[in-house]
């Protein structure tokens, strides 16, 4: 991994700016890329943009934010990179989309793995969505059903269940719902486990303690994605079962 400069702004918001970002490609156009809270997830997505021939420190730079996943944050990386600017703006999930779609109307946002953007606001259709922003979409709440069908093939005897989720993503937030109504059909309680920042999972971790579930769902929620590590490390200390990997489990991120 290349070298980056680091800088504390405004906020909390820490923006690791990669020396890339002053190399010059052969026709002197660096294309950037704003990518609020960078991690593994992202790997994909770079190594598409290599199979495209844009190469980091020829003529591609990526300019990375580290927030807490507070809208406060949010909303701070997101205008740090419009007024930079960047030539495109990766938003993960609907929370950073929302805050990028705050930020600028002009630069173009590509927001990956949101939830309903019509009713997040973030276009007007799908068939014409306007706009500076384009991306996928995870509709449909009879996912849910299947995940709980999974998880009851995979694990018959569960019946307590607990949901780790983030009431700012409205993603996690409708998955809940749809989790709270569906859960009887399988004869499973659901567990709730809201989590928007860092300091909510000491209370995260004690309820689990508490509640003893029979097993765990995860999201890729960007902000609980930092903490997966200790999350796992916990479930195993205390057996419980992470049920994130069964059978394609994994909630969207939204």
């Known amino acids: 991994m290349r ?19 002053r190399a010059q490609s052969l026709n002197g156009k660096v294309q950037r890329i704003g990518i609020i809270d960078d991690s593994s997830g992202w790997d994909p997505f770079r190594q598409q943009l290599r199979e495209l021939n844009y190469v980091e420190g020829q003529n591609l730079a990526y ?24 030539n495109v703006i990766a938003a ?8 990028a779609q705050r930020a600028t109307k002009i630069i173009p946002i590509v927001a990956i793995s949101i939830s309903d953007p019509i009713a997040a606001g973030l276009v007007t259709s799908l068939a014409r969505p306007g ?7 995870i509709l449909g709440p009879d996912i849910v059903t299947k995940k709980l ?4 093939d995979a694990i018959p005897t569960a019946a307590r269940i607990a949901y780790l989720w983030n009431p700012e993503n409205s993603a996690t937030a409708d998955i809940v719902e ?8 399988f004869h ?5 486990l809201p989590a928007r920042t860092t300091v909510d999972f000491d209370r995260v971790f004690a309820q689990l303690s508490s509640a003893r579930p029979d097993a765990v769902l995860l999201t890729s929620d960007p902000a609980h994605r930092a903490h997966m590590a200790e999350v796992i490390d916990f479930l195993l200390k205390n057996r419980i079962r992470d049920c994130s990997r069964c059978g394609s489990m994994s909630s969207p991120a939204g």
């Open 3 to 21: 070298r980056r400069e680091f800088i504390t702004l405004t906020g909390g918001v820490a923006i690791a700016c990669p020396l890339a970002s």
């Open 63 to 86: 300019v990375y934010l580290r927030t807490d996943g507070s809208q406060t944050q949010l909303d701070a990386a997101a205008m740090t990179l419009a007024q930079l600017p960047v």
């Open 92 to 99: 993960f999930g609907t929370p950073r989309a929302k805050a």
């Open 131 to 137: 706009g500076n922003i384009t991306g996928n979409t």
């Open 149 to 152: 069908q999974i998880l009851k």
């Open 178 to 185: 749809d989790m709270r109504k569906a859960a009887p059909l």
């Open 188 to 192: 499973m309680t659901l567990i709730s």
